[in-house]
């Protein structure tokens, strides 16, 4: 699908496939304890209470420090403009489409427990989901 082709593989996911989702987890980030809400600060991936709600499992299900910052260009874009609430959440890679290319495992085991705490905590995420939205942007491919 093109995946690290200037998001091509994700403009072009049916719209069929999005209907229904409200959040999104992007587990595509250099580094450990990143929750990337927005790209570069000036398009925002999903209200800041989520951002928030997700920096709270940290703390609870994880040994790392967790916390939201601007990134790049991502998916979580992508899923944002249809408005889902989305995060892309740090993995423990770096040097990422290099020969060094290499991975801390203990950093993915820390965003594994993040998940598993989204899991163990989503009646309380179906609260804040219900108190935000992010407005739908028209993009090329809508």
Same mark, same amino acid.
């Given at each position: ?73 991502? &998916? ?9 609430? #989305? $995060? =892309?959440?740090?993995? *423990?890679?770096?040097? /990422?489409?290099?020969? &060094? ?9 820390? #965003? $594994? =427990?993040?998940?598993? *705490?989204?899991?163990? /905590? ?21």
């Amino acid at each position: 699908m093109e995946e690290e082709v200037g998001l091509i593989g994700a403009r072009n996911v049916d719209e069929t496939f999005l209907w229904g989702i409200d959040a999104a987890f992007v587990l595509d980030r250099r580094g450990s304890g990143d929750i990337v809400t927005s790209c570069g600060g000036y398009e925002p991936f999903c209200h800041l209470a989520f951002g928030e709600w997700v920096e709270d499992i940290g703390r609870k299900y994880s040994h790392g420090e967790w916390r939201c910052t601007n990134g790049g260009s991502s &998916d979580a874009r992508i899923w944002a403009s249809h408005g889902i609430q #989305t $995060v =892309n959440l740090s993995v *423990g890679y770096q040097w /990422e489409h290099t020969d &060094d290319e290499c991975l801390d495992v203990d950093a993915c085991y820390e #965003t $594994v =427990n993040v998940m598993m *705490g989204v899991f163990e /905590e989503a009646r309380s995420l179906r609260g804040v989901l219900r108190e935000v939205r992010i407005p739908r942007r028209r993009t090329s491919a809508s």
